[in-house]
């Protein structure tokens, strides 16, 4: 049996090669090549290990013909085109874990830092100055640590900061109370969180929920004296609005590893008061840089070898088999776990898939890895349905799958349901024909919708007229509806609108609905 062959196209560990052949893989070392030099070489392989400096495009794809997969040594994959792999059947895989302590312990250096302001005292130090009076820090023993994000990474940040003696307060939509009393902090939400921390630390993803999830209104209302620190993502805070605050004072101090535009050669933060930055060197240790790419050997040559898949994002788990009769129901899964997440409001602690008729025949891992995807990629932009269900798990969501072979009004019923602290909601969607998937229950409220592009979810009072005065605020905002849904729970009682229009819905427009009268509910949904 040939053995499979990778290449190394990145600088590296040394023992990522050696991991390579221990697994039964012939492995290559070529790096610094220019593109035109990999699209010479690279269809001679079924592996690619990179880091950032090699760039995955289209074309690279196309000539590597034998390429199976491509394995990144860290968690940014910008510079792979991951569309265009799928369609060419390459599996990509990152390794989201491998730099958590080394950004935990930046966030934390950044926080000591902020508190006895070593890098102004440093330089005024060297300049020739002894300005010990112009500095007078804090100490962090008995303040209070606010989190934004308690999964993998947050979760070391809290461990390390009681060893600080620092009280930790934590908002996080999925940290149910056991996974908080595990991790011996507490749980709250943002706003309760800003107003009580003396430190913030950010640990959350960017996504379209958390972009400039500390905005100048919440900012506005944390603790006056509050410090920042943000070891994430950038664009999770308005850089306009905190150097104003830092002007003005209310915020005492901030840290910020990562900007809204990167490599960030001009930003309105620099020269703000008490301002402290690093160019995004939250995984640059040694050790970080050797877990990492350990980690993608063992991911690739475990797939190329035996057919195991860890960390990839965009490949479910499932075998050559099961895919053409399983990829519908996954696809209606991802979108009916999608719709829940969009809506589903408070802390999200138990979550059951429930399967009925045909679906309650297949296997139902791949259909609950969906449903987990679509629910976890609000909050996360490393998801996909392998890993769906350990990032669930971390996060202390408890998952029910349930298989009921009983007839029901469908041939064949998904349901999803979300226990929040604001009570049980519910989704439901079945299969027309083999592949067309159809949202039929929305909370309890029958409607016929299929689930696709840009959409409008509006729960109003049932009562004449409505539909025409939100055609008419379309209208006049020069949006166009594709499909029109309706649903009610009784005459004259609680209604649905789901609309999908052809373009993304504006905040603007967004606060116009909701002041339509008979409106309760207004949400702009993405599928």
């Given at each position: ?177 056991d996974r908080a009393v595990e991790l011996g902090i507490e749980k709250a939400d943002l706003e309760d969180m800003l107003a009580r921390a003396d430190f913030v ?44 605050m830092l002007e003005s004072g209310h915020v005492a101090g901030a840290a910020l590893d990562v900007f809204a535009e990167e490599p960030a050669k001009e930003n ?260």
């Amino acid at each position: 049996m040939t053995k499979p062959k990778v290449l190394i196209s990145d600088k590296m560990d040394p023992n990522a090669a050696r991991i390579f052949e221990e697994r039964g893989c012939d492995v290559d070392v070529i790096t610094g090549q220019t593109p035109e030099e990999l699209l010479k070489i690279i269809g001679q392989y079924d592996g690619l290990a990179i880091r950032s400096s090699t760039t995955v495009t289209p074309e690279i794809l196309d000539a590597a013909t034998n390429l199976k997969v491509i394995g990144r040594a860290g968690i940014g994959v910008d510079n792979v085109d991951i569309p265009y792999a799928s369609g060419k059947g390459v599996v990509v895989m990152n390794t989201p874990f491998g730099n958590s302590i080394t950004t935990a312990e930046h966030a934390i250096a950044m926080i000591m830092a902020l508190a006895r302001q070593i890098p102004a005292a440093d330089a005024r130090t060297q300049a020739g100055e002894w300005p010990k009076s112009a500095f007078m820090g804090v100490e962090v023993t008995g303040k209070t640590l606010g989190l934004i994000g308690a999964g993998n990474i947050g979760s070391i940040v809290a461990s390390r900061a009681q060893g600080l003696k620092m009280k930790v307060v934590a908002y996080d939509p999925f940290l149910t109370e056991d996974r908080a009393v595990e991790l011996g902090i507490e749980k709250a939400d943002l706003e309760d969180m800003l107003a009580r921390a003396d430190f913030v630390s950010l640990h959350t993803p960017l996504t379209d929920q958390t972009r400039n999830i500390l905005n100048r209104e919440r900012l506005a209302k944390a603790k006056p004296g509050i410090r920042i620190v943000n070891c994430a993502r950038g664009g999770l805070i308005d850089e306009a609005a905190l150097k104003e605050m830092l002007e003005s004072g209310h915020v005492a101090g901030a840290a910020l590893d990562v900007f809204a535009e990167e490599p960030a050669k001009e930003n309105p933060l620099f020269g703000a008061p008490n301002f402290i930055c690093t160019p995004h060197l939250g995984a640059s240790t040694g050790e970080a840089q050797v877990n990492v790419a350990l980690q993608v050997a063992e991911q690739l040559s475990d797939y190329l070898v035996n057919g195991g898949v860890t960390n990839a994002l965009n490949m479910p788990s499932l075998s050559a088999e099961e895919a053409p009769k399983l990829r519908p129901y996954m696809t209606l899964a991802e979108r009916l776990g999608s719709l829940i997440g969009q809506l589903a409001h408070g802390n999200l602690t138990k979550i059951s898939i429930e399967r009925e008729g045909a679906a309650a025949e297949l296997n139902g891992k791949p259909i609950t890895g969906a449903v987990l995807a679509g629910l976890m990629r609000q909050y996360s932009d490393a998801v996909n349905m392998v890993n769906a269900p350990y990032l669930a798990k971390e996060r202390g969501l408890e998952v029910r799958e349930i298989r009921n072979e009983r007839d029901g009004a469908y041939n064949t019923l998904i349901r999803v349901t979300v226990a929040t602290s604001q009570g049980d909601r519910s989704v439901a969607g079945t299969l027309f024909g083999k592949e067309d998937s159809r949202l039929v229950s929305i909370f309890g409220i029958g409607i016929e919708a299929e689930l696709a592009g840009h959409m409008l979810y509006i729960v109003n009072d049932d009562a004449p007229g409505f539909i025409g005065r939100v055609g008419s605020l379309l209208g006049e905002a020069g949006v166009n509806i594709g499909t029109f849904h309706l649903g009610r729970r009784e005459a004259g009682g609680e209604a649905v609108l789901l609309l999908s229009v052809d373009q993304s819905i504006s905040p603007e427009l967004l606060e116009k609905a909701c002041k339509l009268e008979g409106v309760r509910t207004v949400k702009a949904l993405e599928f």
